[in-house]
Nanobody, 126 residues
Framework: QVQLVESGGGMVQVGGSLRLSCAAS????????MGWFRQTPEKEREFVGA????????TYGDSVKGRFTISRDNAKNTVYLQMNSLKPEDTAVYYC???????????????????WGQGTQVTVAL
């Protein structure tokens, strides 16, 4: 079956960096757009960013633009989320997800994703 397994979460101080990884198995990885979302108990799931199947294009949520970078290694079936200049409001559970849909306008909505990881906690401390 399909598995997406996130890792790399933890606690970091304001202004610090973390890199999340998401290892995929059970699917043809380069046939899927990979996205990152985040969620807190107080908010709905928020789009962080997504990377195209080939890795050739990316899109980001407004709150992370210029600070976060998504990349993928199709040979390793892994997608990454490099998070820099972290802020307390970045504290959340981060999820990776996979969708086969090619239209980038659909990547920002969690409704269009077919598979999800279990999430990894990121806490940004003052």
């Amino acid at each position: 079956q399909v598995q997406l397994v996130e890792s790399g979460g933890g606690m970091v101080q304001v202004g610090g960096s973390l890199r999340l990884s998401c290892a995929a198995s059970g699917l043809t990885f380069n046939s899927y757009v990979m996205g990152w979302f985040r969620q807190t108990p107080e908010k709905e799931r928020e789009f962080v960013g997504a990377v195209a199947k080939s890795g050739g294009s990316t899109t980001y949520g407004d709150s992370v633009k210029g600070r976060f970078t998504i990349s993928r290694d199709n040979a390793k079936n892994t997608v990454y989320l490099q998070m820099n200049s972290l802020k307390p409001e970045d504290t959340a559970v981060y999820y990776c997800a996979a969708t086969f849909r090619d239209y980038s306008i659909m990547w920002t909505s969690s409704d269009w994703y077919n598979y999800w990881g279990q999430g990894t906690q990121v806490t940004v401390a003052l």
